[in-house]
């Protein structure tokens, strides 16, 4: 690379060549904690199952402001589609590409300089600055800023503030930031017939023809007409699998996998009863398991939020639209504990996809506006 690159850049291209697939870190931890270590951080590091995660601070003090991410990042896809190696950082036309580029090694480059940034110009800051980073929000997410997140709170440690890296903005940087989220649930359904010859259908049950009435009632029913913060709650279905192959043969079985995101006009609870009372009603026999991915949670306006306004004003011009659409991240494990949570990171147009890329200029802006936000909250 060349020498000419800031020091953002080339920490992002440090990060991208470390083929970091869920869950391996790949060695991306170890590169961010020697340089934090240098600043006066005290690391420590927290492997729960095949899980890499560390928690690092300076100071002993409030407020607490945690920079959240993640060093994992998601399959690299055919190979062949990709214009070049996916862990071999690229600059092309102003532009760098690699699997991690936007989400979220990016961010995590520009949460290392911003600190040093800051550090250098404010080093008796006020309050704490902490990392929580993990190597499994790609995945499962069960070993990772989850685990992190009830050592912490078993130990009566609090954070106050947390900046997480998601790519968060939209068509420039900033013009979206993240400060809620919707909730998870999902549910997999098994539904009994009875197997038997299509010619004969008095003498099997057709669980597909079964659920067809339910399955209808489902995709119709409005759960909540959201509110100024959430849009309204929404069920899909994602996969539905029955039959044996043959035109024949009326299948025994069926399973049916659905997914809600949901508002905070909704609970968990109040979702599985109408669910129920739905496939009861149809006369089905089923089973049916609930797997809750993360409750919603919402920042309002405050501390944080204001901050991250003014920052992404102060270096990019842009006025910013506070949103809560989108899929999961860790936020959803550090807002419970009270603390106040925001997303901003890059624009989220190439994430997951071949030739995942970010704008090199994108990057040094987002970490003055990370600079520029703990500025705002610790001096």
């Given at each position: 690379m060349s020498k000419k690159l800031s020091a953002t850049v080339k920490l992002a291209c440090e990060l991208i060549a470390r083929p970091s697939v869920t869950p391996d870190d790949a060695g991306c931890q170890p590169l961010m904690t020697e340089r934090l270590e240098r600043l006066g951080f005290t690391v420590e590091?927290?492997?729960?199952?095949?899980?890499d995660n560390f928690w690092a601070r300076r100071g002993d003090a409030g407020p607490v402001f945690c920079f959240a991410g993640h060093t994992d990042v998601v399959p690299p896809g055919p190979l062949d589609r990709w214009e070049s190696d996916p862990f071999e950082p690229s600059i092309r036309n102003g532009v760098l590409y690699g699997r991690g580029a936007c989400d979220m090694k990016g961010s995590l480059a520009a949460m290392i300089t911003a600190t040093?940034?800051?550090?250098?110009?404010?080093?008796?800051?006020?309050?704490?600055?902490?990392?929580?980073?993990?190597?499994?929000?790609?995945?499962?997410?069960?070993?990772?800023?989850?685990k992190v997140m009830e050592t912490l709170t078993a130990r009566g440690e609090h954070i106050d503030f947390a900046l997480v890296g998601e790519p968060s903005s939209k068509d420039r940087l900033g013009d979206v930031v993240k400060h809620g989220r919707r909730g998870s649930l999902s549910g997999r359904l098994r539904v009994q017939g009875k197997q038997g010859h299509v010619a004969y259908p008095h003498l099997a049950d057709n669980p597909i023809h079964g659920i067809a009435p339910a399955l209808a009632a489902l995709a119709a029913e409005q759960w909540d007409a959201g509110n100024e913060h959430f849009p309204p709650t929404s069920l899909q279905f994602s996969n539905i699998q029955s039959g044996t192959g043959a035109d024949n043969v009326i299948p025994d079985a069926l399973t049916a996998i659905f997914n809600l995101r949901f508002s905070t006009e909704q609970t968990p609870e109040a979702i599985q009863e109408?669910?129920?009372a739905i496939l009861d009603a149809?006369?089905?026999?089923?089973?049916?398991?609930w797997h809750?991915?993360?409750?919603?949670?919402l920042t309002a306006a405050g501390e944080l939020l204001d901050a991250g306004r003014h920052a992404i004003a102060a270096v990019t011009g842009v006025q910013t639209e506070p949103s809560t659409v989108g899929g999961t991240s860790d936020g959803r494990f550090i807002?419970?504990?009270?603390?106040?949570?925001?997303?901003i990171g890059p624009v989220n147009a190439t994430i997951h996809k071949v030739n995942e890329c970010v704008g090199v200029a994108e990057l040094d802006q987002l970490a003055a506006i990370y600079a520029e936000v703990l500025r705002r909250l610790l001096t």
């Amino acid at each position: 690379m060349s020498k000419k690159l800031s020091a953002t850049v080339k920490l992002a291209c440090e990060l991208i060549a470390r083929p970091s697939v869920t869950p391996d870190d790949a060695g991306c931890q170890p590169l961010m904690t020697e340089r934090l270590e240098r600043l006066g951080f005290t690391v420590e590091p927290m492997r729960f199952g095949d899980v890499d995660n560390f928690w690092a601070r300076r100071g002993d003090a409030g407020p607490v402001f945690c920079f959240a991410g993640h060093t994992d990042v998601v399959p690299p896809g055919p190979l062949d589609r990709w214009e070049s190696d996916p862990f071999e950082p690229s600059i092309r036309n102003g532009v760098l590409y690699g699997r991690g580029a936007c989400d979220m090694k990016g961010s995590l480059a520009a949460m290392i300089t911003a600190t040093e940034g800051f550090l250098a110009v404010y080093p008796d800051h006020k309050g704490s600055i902490a990392f929580l980073i993990t190597s499994d929000e790609e995945g499962p997410a069960v070993h990772g800023t989850r685990k992190v997140m009830e050592t912490l709170t078993a130990r009566g440690e609090h954070i106050d503030f947390a900046l997480v890296g998601e790519p968060s903005s939209k068509d420039r940087l900033g013009d979206v930031v993240k400060h809620g989220r919707r909730g998870s649930l999902s549910g997999r359904l098994r539904v009994q017939g009875k197997q038997g010859h299509v010619a004969y259908p008095h003498l099997a049950d057709n669980p597909i023809h079964g659920i067809a009435p339910a399955l209808a009632a489902l995709a119709a029913e409005q759960w909540d007409a959201g509110n100024e913060h959430f849009p309204p709650t929404s069920l899909q279905f994602s996969n539905i699998q029955s039959g044996t192959g043959a035109d024949n043969v009326i299948p025994d079985a069926l399973t049916a996998i659905f997914n809600l995101r949901f508002s905070t006009e909704q609970t968990p609870e109040a979702i599985q009863e109408r669910i129920h009372a739905i496939l009861d009603a149809a006369g089905l026999d089923y089973q049916l398991d609930w797997h809750l991915s993360g409750l919603p949670f919402l920042t309002a306006a405050g501390e944080l939020l204001d901050a991250g306004r003014h920052a992404i004003a102060a270096v990019t011009g842009v006025q910013t639209e506070p949103s809560t659409v989108g899929g999961t991240s860790d936020g959803r494990f550090i807002a419970p504990t009270g603390a106040q949570v925001l997303e901003i990171g890059p624009v989220n147009a190439t994430i997951h996809k071949v030739n995942e890329c970010v704008g090199v200029a994108e990057l040094d802006q987002l970490a003055a506006i990370y600079a520029e936000v703990l500025r705002r909250l610790l001096t």
